[in-house]
């Protein structure tokens, strides 16, 4: 039976975590049916069309799906989940509001955060905050599975998927949209950034993390990512943390100011490529992780550093 992969968009463009869910999706061996819900979704459906390997696009579109709202799209996924052996989606907070809506309403275990696929019952996935990985089998008729996207590379464009309209599952009273605030931002999004630079709690405050944190962040076209220290502080906002509880990123680099390198944050981002930190402790556990250490105060370390990659520009 073929695989169910929620796409993740903003009904006008397809965010690319959803490329590397594809991936894992792919793994299952089956064909993959990706399936955009929202309201003038179509562009979003079409740059899923586009991804290699996709049998089939499906678009739930109209007024009831506006906002991706948890229930009507779970009672979606509900009403189709008995023609799929999987249904998938990226470990996003969409993928972790709707998926486990659907797993419950149709009575099976979902494997959650899985980072590899060993067969099609099976999965791997982190435990204790990442510092162990579990090897589960799913025995369920249809598997629900979100997928930890940054474990898996993205599937590149290159197919061309026919889109076939999906009906809706019926409308839902008992929730209704109130309203969004959208964070916007000139640099890249946390969970598809290439370069991040995070800062912790020794930044100090949100005026540092303007004058020497995002100094550097721009100069190396970089996304800024922040402790939970540096969030609760209120030196950052909540959507920079990275961590347990916070985002989970795996970037080709990833440069830590002032991070201790506590279990909860590598959590978040000890898949990155190559991780760079600037701790003055040089016991600190960062040093641990990282690639490349620089130990000694980050106040002078750091503008020294955003003087000269400006300079190699
Ligand atoms: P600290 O641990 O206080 O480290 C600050 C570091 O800065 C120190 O290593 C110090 O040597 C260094 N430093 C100080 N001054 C300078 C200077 N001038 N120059 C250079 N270095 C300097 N944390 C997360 O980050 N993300 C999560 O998602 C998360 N989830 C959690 C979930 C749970 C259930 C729990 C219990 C905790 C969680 N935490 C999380 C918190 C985590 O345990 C740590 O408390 C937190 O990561 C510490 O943040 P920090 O490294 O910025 O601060």
Not at 97 to 114: E, F, G, N, T
Not at 159 to 180: C, H
Not at 187 to 202: D, F, K
Not at 205 to 223: I, K, M, R
């Amino acid at each position: 039976m073929p695989t169910l992969l929620f796409a993740e968009h903003d009904d006008a463009s397809l965010n690319p975590v959803t490329a590397r869910a594809l991936t894992a999706a792919l793994a299952l061996g089956a064909p993959v049916h990706v399936l955009v819900v929202g309201e003038n979704a179509r562009p979003a459906a079409e740059a899923a069309a586009k991804l290699a390997g996709v049998a089939q696009v499906l678009l739930a579109d109209g007024p009831a799906y506006a906002h991706r709202r948890a229930e009507p799209v779970a009672a979606l996924g509900v009403a189709l989940a008995g023609q799929y052996g999987a249904i998938a989606a990226p470990s996003t907070a969409f993928g972790k509001s709707v998926l486990p809506r659907i797993a419950a309403l149709i009575d099976v275990m979902q494997v959650s955060d899985v980072v590899a696929v060993i067969a099609p019952d099976t999965f791997e996935r982190p435990t204790y905050a990442g510092n162990a990985i579990q090897r589960v089998r799913a025995t369920d008729a249809t598997k629900v599975l979100t997928i930890r996207t940054a474990g898996f590379a993205p599937a590149t464009e290159g197919g061309s998927a026919p889109i076939q309209p999906v009906d809706e599952a019926g409308a839902f009273a008992g929730s209704r949209f109130v309203g969004e605030e959208i964070a916007t931002s000139a640099r890249p999004e946390l969970t598809a950034a290439r370069i991040i630079v995070s800062g912790g709690r020794a930044i100090g405050s949100a005026e540092n993390f303007h004058s020497v944190v995002e100094p550097l962040a721009d100069a190396l076209g970089a996304a800024v990512g922040a402790s939970r220290a540096a969030v609760d502080a209120g030196y950052a906002p909540n959507d920079w943390q990275v961590g347990q509880t916070g985002k989970v990123v795996a970037p080709d680099l990833y440069v830590a100011l002032g991070i201790s390198g506590a279990i909860q944050h590598l959590a978040g981002m000890k898949d990155s490529k190559v991780i760079v930190a600037v701790n003055k402790d040089e016991e600190a556990p960062i040093f641990q992780v990282a690639d490349f250490g620089l130990v000694g105060d980050l106040f002078q370390i750091v503008p020294e550093l955003t003087a000269e990659i400006a300079k190699a520009k």
